[in-house]
């Protein structure tokens, strides 16, 4: 695959190789899950290569990666045979398992229990309640946003994921909610009338989306993403955006995201949907 | 248990929901629909108490699709505001919703009231202040109070009653005419 981007037309054959010595972060499992599903949706064939069955595939295994991944992926040397996922599921304190977003069985509890557990996480900080609270709101509204796409383009029948892993570590919690859709760029972009925001780069209209609530839908709707950045941005939590051809880091800072604070990798391959990335602080 | 008592009726959202937590713009829409109900079962009522006890959370597309949305249909006409408020976090992200839908709502407590969504201006909010002391109130009784004429007080009066701070309502004047009334929302 060298040299070419996994979903470059002339790709019919995908193969994706995990080293025995690597280790895979929340994030980078769920765009891997996504990027797979999308691939072998399209009717490529794809095979999913570990150098050994511990490591970065016992991760895998256990935030139930491959209950999720379509079947007509191949996996090497072979899929778990069991799910540690399945097996486990809810008993691990800094861990909320991979959760489809699917708006045929929407999941109600689903924001309660991300807030929850992050709230778990931070249990030393003293103000766990507000960002317990915050949280909710992020997750909900993220989540909801995602129900809305997957129900509008009915087209697209892949699912969107969820999941949240605490990094002891690092300080941190990396909630991450994904889906294939078109990616809010593309959606959005047709339908601004404003010259000014028509005249916006990539990044600078991720950040308006957030700062402002840009929606599709007009001036009605559209709160629900400004509304999970303000209660993430108290919080001082960052924010990665991975859109179809770039991604766009979002730094808080004096109070919202701001352009001049962003980071952004434009030419990336082809990746369909959005797949945010929260970044909680774990102490205060 | 919805309690009638003068013509104002109470709600517990709480009865309505599936969860303590509410969210999402379908739940949001699902509840919507049962608040109507309420609303069409009392036609006599002119104010619905909507109390938030036993409401753990909500986001922003909640209440602007449930609450909100209906309080924004009935403007003038029937009254919505809060009762059992007492989270912090609820609040700014009901204001969140009242904001992005233009749809003012008060929060009334033992205390006193808050205003949540779009403020007024300064020359309407003096009157709204006026207003939220008394049941209702008249054009006569604002022009008098402020010593205004009587067309200015009563633009003002219509004017936050179409932005949905006040209801109006007419009834028969002394001399027999048509007078407006205009009634808080609590």
């Keep these: 695959m060298s040299g070419v981007a996994p979903h470059d037309k002339n790709v019919d054959h995908a193969v994706i190789r995990v080293a025995a010595n690597v280790s895979i972060m929340v994030d980078a499992a769920v765009r891997l899950l996504s990027l797979l599903n999308q691939l072998a949706a399209s009717t490529r064939r794809v095979v999913l290569e570990f150098e050994n069955m511990d490591g970065a595939m016992g991760y895998l295994n256990r935030i139930r990666f491959f209950e999720l991944l379509s079947s007509d992926v191949v996996v090497k040397p ?5 799910s540690m996922g399945a097996l486990r599921k809810g008993q691990s304190a800094g861990l909320v398992e991979l959760e489809r977003i699917n708006y045929g069985a929407r999941a109600k509890r689903l924001p309660t229990k991300l807030a929850e557990r992050l709230g778990e996480a931070c249990s030393e900080r003293t103000d766990e309640k507000e960002l317990t609270d915050a949280a909710f709101t992020v997750f909900s509204e993220i989540i909801d946003n995602v129900y809305s796409h997957v129900y509008e383009e009915r087209q697209n029948e892949l699912d969107g994921f969820v999941a949240l892993q605490v990094y002891k570590n ?8 994904s889906d294939s859709g078109k990616g809010i760029l593309h959606t959005l972009r047709p339908t601004l009338t404003d010259a000014k925001l028509q005249r916006l780069s990539d990044t600078e209209l991720v950040v308006e989306i957030f700062r402002q609530g840009l929606s599709r839908h007009g001036n009605n709707r559209g709160c629900g993403l400004k509304a999970s950045a303000d209660s993430a941005i108290k919080y001082k939590t960052q924010l990665d955006v991975r859109l179809p051809n770039c991604v766009v880091h979002l730094i808080p800072a004096r109070g919202t995201y701001e352009a001049n604070t962003a ?22 | 248990m919805n309690a009638v008592k003068q013509n104002w009726v109470e709600i517990r959202l709480r009865e309505l929901m599936t969860l303590p937590d509410g969210w999402g713009v379908e739940e949001g829409r699902e509840v919507y629909h049962k608040l109507l109900g309420r609303v069409e079962a009392h036609p006599e009522a002119s104010v619905f108490r909507v109390s938030l006890g036993g409401v753990r959370r909500t986001d922003v597309s909640f209440p602007r699709e449930s609450v909100i949305e209906l309080a924004h249909r009935f403007r003038a006409q029937k009254g919505f505001c809060l009762w059992d408020v007492s989270d912090e976090n609820l609040v700014e992200n009901w204001d969140a919703a009242a904001l992005k839908r233009e749809q003012p709502l008060f929060v009334w407590s033992r205390k006193g009231c808050r205003l949540l969504g779009p403020k007024p201006s300064a020359g309407l909010r003096k009157v709204l202040d006026f207003a939220l002391e008394h049941d209702v109130i008249t054009t ?7 010593r205004w004429t009587t067309s200015n007080a009563s633009n003002k009066l219509r004017a936050l009653a179409d932005s949905g701070y006040v209801l109006r309502r007419e009834q028969t004047a002394p001399t027999g005419g048509i007078e407006y009334i205009y009634q808080r929302v609590r």
Excluded: I
Aim: glycine share 8%; proline share 5%.
């Design chain 1, 170 to 177: 690092g300080n941190t919690a990396k909630v991450v909610v």
């Design chain 1, 263 to 284: 980071y952004c990798r434009e030419n990336m391959p082809l990746l369909w949907g959005t797949h945010l990335c929260f970044d909680f602080r774990l102490g205060n």
């Design chain 2, 140 to 146: 006569t009784q604002v022009a008098s109070h402020f």
């Design chain 1, 78 to 82: 072979r899929r778990p045979s069991v």
